[in-house]
C-alpha cells in the first residue's frame, strides 16, 4: 500500500498526481491535523510526531510513503533503517527548476522549514546561489483552519512588502500554499514551483485501486476534499479497515 503523509490538508494537493500514476494501487492518505500545522513546532516535537507517525503507519500496511510535507522531509532521517520506504518531495520539487543559473530564487516555506535549510542546500547543489527566504509562519495555519480568503490575502501582502528581493521565480516550500498560489502569481507575476504535481518511482503492487482518508470527517474536510480531490475516496476505518 502507498501512504501520502502531510501535518493536515496541504498534500490532499500532491494525492491527485499520485493516485493518477498509480491508477490500481491502494493508496492512504493520513493527514495530521491534530497536531497542525507542523512549522510553527520544534524540531524536537516534530521528529516525535513524525516517528510515532511512521510507525503507525507501517503497522497499517504501508509499503511506501510519499512525506508530501516539506517541514517534515527539512528534518526526518532518511538514512534511517525502515520497514516502507520513504519519498522525499523537497529533492523533487527542486528536479522542476531549469532556469538561468544567476536568477533570483525566492522560496516561502514554514520557519521549520526555511530554518532547516535543505532547500538552500539542494539549490546550492544545483548550480543556483541567488537565493532569499521568508517563512510565512501563519499561513499553513490559516488555510488548514479554513480562514476567511479576504484575510489570507491581507497577510499575505503584508508578508510581500517585508521582502526586499525581486525574484525571477518562487518556490511555494509548503504543501498547503498553492491553495492560495494565485495571490503569489499575482503579486510578483514570476513563474511559481510547487511541489503539486510529482512523479515517484514506486514499485507496482496490483492490490486493486482503493482512496482511503485517514482524518477526522466533518463537514469542512468533505468540503475541501470535493474541491481539491479529483477522484473518488472513502474514509479509513481502523475497526473495519482489514489490514
Do not use: W
Amino acid at each position: 500500500m502507498i501512504a501520502v503523509y502531510d501535518s493536515g490538508l496541504g498534500g490532499i494537493l500532491s494525492l491527485n498526481k499520485i493516485i493518477k500514476d498509480y491508477p490500481d494501487e491502494k493508496i492512504l492518505y493520513f493527514g495530521d491535523s491534530h497536531n497542525a500545522p507542523y512549522g510553527n513546532k520544534t524540531f524536537k516535537e516534530i521528529s516525535e510526531l513524525v516517528e510515532k507517525n511512521i510507525t503507525m503507519l507501517e503497522n497499517v500496511g504501508v509499503n511506501d510513503l510519499v512525506l508530501a510535507c516539506n517541514t517534515i522531509c527539512s528534518i526526518v532521517d532518511f538514512d534511517k533503517k525502515r520497514r516502507l520506504n520513504l519519498y522525499d518531495i523537497i529533492s523533487k520539487t527542486i528536479e522542476q527548476i531549469d532556469i538561468d543559473k544567476q536568477a533570483n530564487i525566492l522560496v516561502f516555506g514554514t520557519m521549520i522549514t526555511i530554518e532547516a535549510g535543505r532547500y538552500v542546500e539542494e539549490l546550492h547543489k544545483r548550480g543556483y546561489h541567488n537565493i532569499s527566504t521568508h517563512h510565512l509562519d501563519k499561513l499553513a495555519g490559516y488555510i488548514e483552519n479554513f480562514e476567511n480568503p479576504s484575510v489570507i490575502k491581507n497577510y499575505l501582502y503584508d508578508e510581500f512588502y517585508k521582502i526586499n528581493a525581486r525574484p525571477d521565480l518562487i518556490i511555494l516550500a509548503c504543501t498547503h500554499y498553492p491553495v492560495v498560489e494565485d495571490i503569489f502569481k499575482v503579486f510578483y507575476e514570476v513563474p511559481v514551483f510547487n511541489s503539486r504535481d510529482l512523479h515517484f518511482e514506486i514499485n507496482k503492487r496490483h492490490e486493486g485501486h482503493e482512496v482511503l482518508i485517514y482524518m477526522d470527517k466533518n463537514e469542512k474536510l468533505i468540503k475541501f476534499l470535493d474541491k481539491y480531490l479529483e477522484y473518488p475516496y472513502k474514509f479509513y476505518e481502523k475497526s473495519n479497515s482489514g489490514f
